[in-house]
T-cell receptor
Framework: DTAVSQTPKYLVTQMGNDKSIKCEQNLGHDTMYWYKQDSKKFLKIMFS???????INETVPNRFSPKSPDKAHLNLHINSLELGDSAVYFC???????????????FGEGSRLTVL | DQQVKQNSPSLSVQEGRISILNCDYTNSMFDYFLWYKKYPAEGPTFLIS?????DKNEDGRFTVFLNKSAKHLSLHIVPSQPGDSAVYFCAATGNNDMRFGAGTRLTVKP
């Protein structure tokens, strides 16, 4: 019974396309996140979202947008995909918190996006 | 800007010996530190954490040490087991920010 699940695990697409990655958590957590693991393997936060506040990392292009239909879901939409968007994207959740939190993050398995 | 650095991309240790993974940070506003473990094709999972008011936290075979003056923390695993083979990420939080290191791949040889 996966706590944080994201789909698809692998996504290969052409430059210029629009795609989405879905994330669901069944932990009852308040806050969800999207992280990008870049080519140098750093995990960098893109968004954090609870039901009241969306915090966007200012370095994230506006082609990326999070959509949260409810507390248990935070989907990532990407418009006009570029080669540099190729990466592994991790969804995560936590109880309370924001980008800085004393507790722990629960991560999904990751979604590997390849833009050709 | 790499505010959290793990300078060793990989580490190989014999089973039963101690594994020491190191992490350095530059931002003095960080006040809570975490280690995550990641197996291939899985997301990172929380391992152990330490608050800046402490200099040591122990949980079974895992101990994290914090040296605030040096802005350095380390994860000790003893005794190391083959199942510990994974990528270990150091993370630091504070001032509404959280940063991860690039990870260290630990290989424990039988």
């Amino acid at each position: 019974d996966t706590a944080v699940s994201q789909t698809p695990k692998y996504l290969v697409t052409q430059m210029g396309n629009d795609k989405s990655i879905k994330c669901e958590q069944n932990l009852g957590h308040d806050t969800m996140y999207w992280y990008k693991q870049d080519s140098k393997k750093f995990l960098k936060i893109m968004f954090s979202y609870n039901n009241k506040e969306l915090i966007i990392n200012e370095t994230v292009p506006n082609r990326f947008s999070p959509k949260s239909p409810d507390k248990a879901h935070l989907n990532l939409h990407i418009n006009s995909l570029e080669l540099g968007d190729s990466a592994v994207y991790f969804c995560a959740s936590s109880q309370g918190g924001g980008p800085s939190l004393p507790g722990e993050l629960f991560f999904g398995e990751g979604s590997r996006l390849t833009v050709l | 800007d790499q505010q959290v650095k793990q300078n060793s991309p990989s580490l190989s240790v014999q089973e039963g010996r101690i594994s020491i993974l190191n992490c350095d940070y530059t931002n003095s506003m960080f006040d809570y530190f975490l280690w995550y473990k990641k197996y291939p094709a899985e997301g990172p999972t929380f391992l152990i954490s330490i608050s800046s008011i402490k200099d040591k936290n122990e949980d079974g075979r895992f101990t994290v040490f914090l040296n605030k003056s040096a802005k350095h923390l380390s994860l000790h695993i003893v005794p190391s087991q083959p199942g510990d083979s994974a990528v270990y990420f150091c993370a630091a939080t504070g001032n509404n920010d959280m940063r991860f290191g690039a990870g260290t791949r630990l290989t424990v040889k039988p």
